[in-house]
């Protein structure tokens, strides 16, 4: 495994016993901005050609938390001839690139279906040809001069007789507080349900405005006449939103850049593997590089601390500012080890960006060298950590309903004569499939809380389905100690585990008529979804050249009328349930071919905090706009939703390894060690030196080397549940020699 080290802790230089001369040298990190977007941390900002620029996406959206199947009333509208239904949006400015009006509206069905049409500020618009994949959400392209600054008028309409009527879904006033509020942040609903703004939704200063459930929506039965509000649906009496939604093609005014922590120490060494000697930073000169085009700017920003660990509250606040495209700062003395660097990209004009190209850092570094020849780092698996951009919750491993989860499936039990992780989660994966068979979970749509679903079992004889089966295993998991999030692939709820065994997280399909997994029968290990992904598009030819089309009326996958190759994927799948080992392909669980899109909810915390969550997940074309969804080049963005990423460590950040730095010490022989690690419910870090056994050790500690000898040290975590994590390593050989002296010398002695 690469070895990334970068090196330990605080304080001046301190001479080494039989070092050399002191040394100075001038060594210089660039980073290109796609190295700091990967690395680092992205927020509203995306990837272009040029390099990182404002993200172009801003959807307009107040219905997301009350959208689903309700089972408190009515939740639709028939729309058909002589019912119209409207909404309204505000627009401080209507520049935009591109525009779509965003609808959710379930037609009567596929064949001979009449069409819809929108009245956009008096402007008819007709509506699209139902889609093959989405059939329910329809986006209708708007000329951008039809909008317009204040309120943007809407109207949708059927020419079509009432048993042929489309079904306008409708976000219910009595559904909101449980699937996020009635707040919207930045125009839209996803970052309050998400769960990435916390704060006082009252006080305006959090930028919270207030949703007055069915303020922007109205009802018209004789043709447009007359409107009234606050009485929806068939039974006109249903107060809410039309999930009708506008999304503009256009930059938002702000977005932030952060790069990975970078070791100022880097280029003491020639190999990123050697001890590193302490430094002392006697000159930085920073540099950030970027363009920016009229009403744009770029403000640059550094801090400084003495950790690798960006979640570590000793990084503070940002300062030692500087702007512009070519911005420089200098500072004569750091007396911290690591630095991060932030770009903010802000602009005044809707359609013109800033762009940020790269950074770099020359720094001025003095240094006692170790006496040459002496360590030779033989072996070293020392883990580069991903970041998510998103707060991602992890349930509490105190919270009571684990223990008592853990005890109802009797999973000690279960799980008694299993080895290792990958076992447990996979025998834990099979149990969950036999709970029930799979079935709808309608009437009383359970909450995500497993004991519920059990409950339902035992009282109708089925859990649910997909997402119930999904939530009992992530449940599961964590009463043990592991740590798994839900995914949503086409039609379907799974779930993705995080496999200390293996480092990675991997897709485990707990569903009763899944119950697997996939690996790649090359390599023979097991794949995640966004593997998953890149052999979907592989299989069908898909890429940034061939795109998805999502409102496309034609199949394009999996399907005969596709048109598309289908090259089998090097993958097979793994189950403990026989009949899904048929070798008719159509008996087993196409996993891959549900991944080419892919999202998740950014918690797995249900029983700590039960809400914000969708309603009745999985029985509505999932309207909510809490989830985090997945993009690329071959896979756009929905339009339907706010937050999308490109970025591998949003989706898949490195949970309980070490990453760890080593610096000599005060004496020859002595090895400083600091490490660091993303541990959710994290207990202690444990070592294991020269196998003689794991202990319990504080962050920094010294290693002391033993001489003439080969030196092996392990390193790990340890959660609250006992759970220990992949240990990185590092083995070095110490010649030691006694200083010269000459035989003269020793035999007067």
């Known amino acids: 495994m690469r070895c990334f080290l970068a090196l330990l802790l605080t304080g001046l230089a301190l001479p080494l016993v039989q070092a050399s001369e002191p040394q100075t040298i001038e060594a210089t990190i660039d980073m290109p901005a796609s190295q700091a977007y990967e690395w680092g941390f992205a927020v509203d900002v995306m990837r272009s050609e040029a390099g990182v620029v404002l993200n172009d996406l801003v959807l307009l959206e107040d219905d997301g938390p009350g959208a689903g199947h309700s089972e408190k009333g009515t939740f639709k509208e028939s729309i058909h001839a002589g019912v119209l239904a409207r909404k309204t949006f505000e627009l401080d400015d209507p520049t935009a690139a591109d525009a779509h009006v965003v609808l959710y509206m379930e037609p009567a069905g596929r064949e001979d279906q ?99 459930v069915g303020e922007h929506s109205g009802k018209s039965t004789d043709g447009g006449k007359s409107w009234n509000q606050y009485s929806l649906g068939a039974t006109n009496d249903v107060s809410g939103e039309y999930v009708i939604r506008l999304n503009l093609t256009r930059r938002k005014p702000l977005g932030i850049l952060r790069s990975p922590a970078i070791d100022l120490w880097e280029g003491s060494t020639p190999d990123a593997r050697s001890i590193k000697p302490q430094c002392d930073v006697t000159a930085l000169h920073f540099e950030g590089q970027g363009s920016t085009p009229k009403d744009t700017t770029i403000r640059w920003a550094l801090r400084f601390a003495d950790t690798p660990d960006l979640e570590d509250a000793s990084w503070g606040e940002f300062s030692h500012t500087s702007e512009g495209d070519a911005a420089t700062i200098q500072i004569a003395r750091v007396h911290n080890r690591y630095m991060q660097w932030e770009a903010r990209l802000e602009t005044a004009y809707p359609l013109a960006t800033p762009v940020v190209t790269g950074a770099s850092v020359t720094r001025t570094l003095q240094f006692d060298s170790p006496q040459p020849n002496t360590f030779f780092v033989t072996e070293c698996e020392n883990p580069r950590l991903r970041y998510s951009s998103y707060r991602f919750q992890y349930e509490d491993a105190a919270a009571p ?86 995914v949503n692939i086409f039609n379907h709820e799974s779930v993705e585990v995080y496999i200390d065994d293996l480092g990675k997280w991997v897709h485990a399909d707990p569903e009763s008529v899944f119950d697997s997994y996939e690996f790649n029968t090359e390599t023979g290990e097991p794949v995640n979804i966004h593997e998953q992904h890149e052999h979907f598009l592989s299989k069908y030819g898909l890429s940034a050249s061939n795109p998805i089309d999502w409102m496309s009326a034609q199949p394009w996958c999996n399907h005969p009328d596709s048109g598309l190759p289908e090259n089998s994927p090097p993958l097979e799948i793994s189950t403990f349930t026989p009949w899904l080992n048929s070798p008719n392909p159509g008996e087993r669980p196409p996993q891959h071919n549900l991944t080419g899109f892919f999202r998740m909810m950014p918690r797995n915390n249900y029983f700590s905090q039960p809400t914000p969550r969708p309603l009745s997940q999985g029985s509505a074309w999932w309207p909510w706009n809490g989830y985090l969804n997945w993009y690329d080049g071959a896979t756009p963005r929905k339009l339907q939703y706010a937050l999308h990423s490109d970025r591998i460590a949003d989706f898949y950040p490195t949970l309980n390894q070490v990453a760890f730095t080593a610096t000599h010490g005060e004496r020859e022989g002595d090895v400083r060690v600091q490490m660091h690690s993303i541990t959710p419910n994290f207990e202690s870090y444990e070592i294991n030196v020269d196998d003689t056994g794991w202990r319990d050790a504080d962050r920094e500690f010294v290693w002391l080397l033993n001489r003439s000898a080969l030196n092996t040290l392990e390193m790990r975590t340890r959660n609250a549940l006992g759970v220990t994590g992949r240990p990185s390593r590092m083995e070095v050989l110490y010649h030691y020699r006694e200083p010269y002296r000459p035989r003269e010398a020793r035999v007067r002695e």
């Open 114 to 212: 009449p069409t819809y049409y929108l009245i956009v500020n008096g402007h008819r618009i007709e509506g699209n040809p139902i889609s093959w994949h989405d059939p329910n959400w329809h986006w209708v392209k708007v000329p951008v001069e039809y909008l317009k600054a204040g309120a943007n008028e809407v109207v949708v309409g059927s020419d079509a007789p009432e048993d042929k009527a489309y079904q306008l879904l409708i976000a219910r006033d009595d559904e909101y507080d449980a699937g996020g509020g009635k707040f919207v942040y930045q125009g839209n609903t996803a970052l309050i349900s998400s769960g990435q703004i916390r704060g006082d939704a009252n006080s305006a200063e959090y930028g919270f405005e207030p949703i007055n």
């Open 401 to 486: 309903q684990l223990a008592e989860l853990r005890n109802r499936l009797k999973l000690d039990e279960l799980l008694a004569d299993t080895h290792g992780d990958f076992e447990k989660i996979n025998r834990l994966r099979h149990f969950v499939s036999q709970q029930w068979y799979h079935g709808s979970p309608l009437p009383n749509y359970p909450e995500w809380n497993a004991l519920d679903i059990l409950d339902r079992r035992d009282a109708c004889g089925k859990g649910g389905m997909c997402i119930q089966f999904s939530i009992v295993f992530i449940q599961s998991l964590a009463s043990l100690g592991y740590q798994a999030r839900h």
